[in-house]
Each structure stands twice: as structure tokens, then as C-alpha cells.
T-cell receptor
């Protein structure tokens, strides 16, 4: 079956702009989580959605937001972009608590 | 403060050598996972260890969960260039859907 699909794969934005990233989970998976990966901070948890509800949240400012649709697809949005937001943003899906988490290939965001 | 401390951060070895990566925490976890990530791709789950003292083998990779379920190790025997990548340990925080990661170990195996 198809894996986790993230779009776009690469994008460049200017400081102050906003960006929306999209994630399509594996068919049948209802949990979608987002992570930010940078060389300095490693992989950090952003938030997790389950059945359109945010179930867990990491320690990121309110500029980072997300949502999940009824078909389990998810989007994350970053407003007022800063240079430090440049990172690989990874989406992961699973069937629920304790189930294996599958990651997408990520969206590379560069803020200039 | 990192809840999961991984060491070493970088490891460069010759093909055929053995190596061990450590993942330590002051917290007790119900389970711990090991991932491998190659450049340009997302992490891929290698194994989940659940029981204290558990040892799991995956070909040349041996994973161990500490008796107190606070630490884990990954041992690779006779490393090959194909083992090159970023190795990450991870655990669910408060048994929820929030997965926390160690800083990762960047392994380079030279032919």
C-alpha cells in the first residue's frame, strides 16, 4: 500500500511569509503527527492529530499550527516565517497508540 | 534537557568493524524504538523493545533494552558501507502519541 506522502518536497520562502505543508497518511491510519528536524535540535515533536482532533502538542510557538481533515489528511501551517524555521518537516502516520509509526520523506523548507 | 541521551553523536569506522550506540534516560519507558534515517528520507523503524532485559536481533544488528527500561543499546557486527546513516532511538512520552527522539548517531562506514 502507498506510504505517507508529503507535499511539497522542497520549498523556499522569505522571512515573514507563511507556509502550508500537506501530508496524506497511509490508508486506514487515523493518527498523524508532525516533527521538525534540524541539525542543531534533532527531531522534535510538533503535534499529533487523531480523528480531526489535536491530541498532543509539542513546545513550539503558536506560529506553528495544524489541522486534520475527515479523510485523515493533515496540513501544518507556519506563519510569519523566521530564518530558524528552516528545517526538514516530517509527517508520520499510525493506526493508533502503540502502533508502528511510518514517516514520510519530509518537506524541506528553506527560509531566506 | 534531552529526555533521551544518545552516544556517540558521530562514528566513523572501517568496514568489518563492530560498533555500539547507546541510548540513556533518567526516565522509565514502556517501550523504546530504534530508527534508521538515510539522507533525504524519513526515519524507518528498525525495532521496538518492550521488556526489560530484552534482546532482539536483526541480521547483524543486536538491540538490547536495559533491565530497568531506562536505557538501550544497538550493536552492529561487521559493519558494512550500507549501514551508513543516522540512527535514532525514540520513546513515547507519557504513553501518548508524542514520540521523543534522541539526538541521533551519525554512522559512516568506509569501505
Amino acid at each position: 500500500k502507498a506510504g505517507v506522502t508529503q507535499t511539497p518536497r522542497y520549498l523556499i520562502k522569505t522571512r515573514g511569509q507563511q507556509v502550508t505543508l500537506s501530508c496524506s497518511p497511509i490508508s486506514g491510519h487515523r493518527s498523524v503527527s508532525w516533527y521538525q528536524q534540524t541539525p542543531g535540535q534533532g527531531l522534535q515533536f510538533l503535534f499529533e492529530y487523531f480523528s480531526e482532533t489535536q491530541r498532543n502538542k509539542g513546545n513550539f510557538p503558536g506560529r506553528f499550527s495544524g489541522r486534520q481533515f475527515s479523510n485523515s489528511r493533515s496540513e501544518m501551517n507556519v506563519s510569519t516565517l523566521e530564518l530558524g524555521d528552516s528545517a526538514l518537516y516530517l509527517c508520520a502516520s499510525s493506526g493508533g497508540y502503540g502502533n508502528t509509526i511510518y514517516f514520510g520523506e519530509g518537506s524541506w523548507l528553506t527560509v531566506v | 534537557t534531552q529526555l533521551l541521551e544518545q552516544s556517540p553523536q558521530f562514528l566513523s569506522i572501517q568496514e568489518g568493524e563492530n560498533l555500539t550506540v547507546y541510548c540513556n534516560s533518567s526516565s522509565v519507558f514502556s517501550s523504546l524504538q530504534w530508527y534508521r534515517q538515510e539522507p533525504g528520507e524519513g526515519p524507518v523503524l528498525l525495532v521496538t523493545v518492550v521488556t526489560g532485559g530484552e534482546v532482539k536481533k536483526l541480521k547483524r544488528l543486536t538491540f538490547q533494552f536495559g533491565d530497568a527500561r531506562k536505557d538501550s543499546s544497538l550493536h552492529i557486527t561487521a559493519a558494512q558501507p550500507g549501514d551508513t546513516g543516522l540512527y535514532l532511538c525514540a520513546a513515547f512520552y507519557n504513553q501518548g502519541g508524542k514520540l521523543i527522539f534522541g539526538q541521533g548517531t551519525e554512522l559512516s562506514v568506509k569501505p
